[in-house]
């Protein structure tokens, strides 16, 4: 009987948890991702004014995701909250290229922050349904993506809306953290 209580213990053993934190320009979709990450309705999603938090369970992971407005205005204020993050998630309006340069920047200025040294970012390459959606790799090109030497990084093309590649890019944020002890 030991045996198994033991076994039971660890099926019932609360599941690793994770702070990530889900960062991009403003109208890119990231509270449309979040809301889609948590199953909920996507149909009236109104521009964060600061933040939204939700938690999902993935693959043996508890994942609390802050999700921060992206609007200028705020952007400053996106520090306060990169301290004990396990994961960046960087969301891009993939349609929008007359904003390539600025998300650009933006996602440089976070990866040199300090206390984001050595996180693992996932770059989710949103709205690829719009037919005039940049792809993935030519995003990944246009940003120097490739010049990430400092941490592990991914990009994924993704709709938000109808939920494509997202979870192909959770799989990928659960593959690639260490699990906490």
Known sequence: MGLLSLLRKF???????????????DNAGKTTLLKQLASEDITHITPTQGFNIKSVQSEGFK??????????KIRPYWRNYFENTDVLLYVIDSGDRKRFEET????GEILSEEKLAGVPVLIFANKQDLFNAASASEIAEGLQLHTIRDRTW????????????????????CKNIKRKS
Request: overall charge negative; charged content about 20%; some cysteine.
């Open 154 to 173: 991914q990009i994924q093309a993704c709709s938000a809306t109808s939920g494509e590649g997202v979870k192909d890019g959770l799989d990928w944020v």
């Open 11 to 25: 099926k019932t053993a609360p599941d690793c948890e994770l702070r990530i934190l889900l960062l991009g320009l």
């Open 63 to 72: 994942l609390n995701v802050w999700d921060i407005g992206g609007q200028r």
């Open 104 to 107: 650009g920047q933006e996602l």
